[in-house]
Nanobody, 126 residues
Framework: QVQLVESGGGLVQAGGSLRLSCAASGRIASLYAMGWFRQAPGKEREFVAAVGWTGSNPDYVDSVKGRFTISRDNAKNTVFLQMNSLKPEDTAVYYC???????????????????WGQGTQVTVSS
């Protein structure tokens, strides 16, 4: 069992930055692929970024490439999403998810995951 708790959301002006964190608890949490997803009001949830359990080969949706960076600290069982140059269209509830163990990013890109967090709100004002 893996529990996920997101933090770091908030209100920011367009062009600003936020760093989301997802703390994973569980004996083998560091072996799971981790991903970020978001759901805007009235829209379906979408894949944002994912990273395999080794931290290599991050994957991003095209709309955030060059602006968002996913990383992980396995010693702390935490995955981060650094979001720069934020736009109003980035406004959404952001969810963390875990897949594995020894997972890659392909299932997460298809929004298939074993565990999901509760989400954290990100609001970007224009």
């Amino acid at each position: 069992q893996v529990q996920l708790v997101e933090s770091g959301g908030g209100l920011v002006q367009a062009g600003g930055s936020l760093r989301l964190s997802c703390a994973a608890s569980g004996r083998i949490a560091s072996l799971y692929a981790m991903g970020w997803f978001r759901q805007a009001p009235g829209k379906e949830r979408e894949f944002v970024a994912a990273v395999g359990w080794t931290g290599s080969n991050p994957d991003y949706v095209d709309s955030v490439k060059g602006r968002f960076t996913i990383s992980r600290d396995n010693a702390k069982n935490t995955v981060f999403l650094q979001m720069n140059s934020l736009k109003p269209e980035d406004t959404a509830v952001y969810y963390c998810a875990a897949d594995g163990p020894y997972g890659g990013t392909s299932r997460l890109r298809r929004q298939q995951a074993d565990y999901w967090g509760q989400g954290t709100q990100v609001t970007v004002s224009s």
